[in-house]
C-alpha cells in the first residue's frame, strides 16, 4: 500500500496517508480541510542513507530492487 505525502492548502501543513484507494478523500489532520495536493515524493525519505543495497541497487524501502522510483 502506498503511502503518499500531501500538503495542506488551508493550513500548510506536510502530512503522510496511507492510502487505501485512490480515491479517497484526504483531509488535513490538523484543520480538517479537503484543501490538500499530494506530492509527489512518495517514499524517498525512506531511501536515502547507508540503507541502499550495495549488490542490486535497491533499498530496503524498494522491493522491486531499484531505487528508481523512489529518489
Ligand atoms: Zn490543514
Not at 487505501?20 to 515524493?41: A, G, H, I, Q
Request: negative net charge; proline residues 4%.
Amino acid at each position: 500500500m502506498p503511502i503518499y505525502e500531501y500538503h495542506c492548502s488551508d493550513c500548510g501543513k506536510d502530512f503522510e496517508i496511507l492510502v487505501f484507494k485512490s480515491d479517497e478523500k484526504v483531509t488535513c489532520p490538523e484543520c480538517k480541510s479537503e484543501k490538500v495536493e499530494r506530492l509527489l515524493s512518495g517514499f524517498a525519505h525512506k531511501c536515502d542513507g547507508p540503507m541502499v543495497s550495495s549488490s542490486g541497487g535497491g533499498c530496503s524501502s524498494c522491493s522491486g530492487g531499484s531505487c528508481s522510483s523512489c529518489h
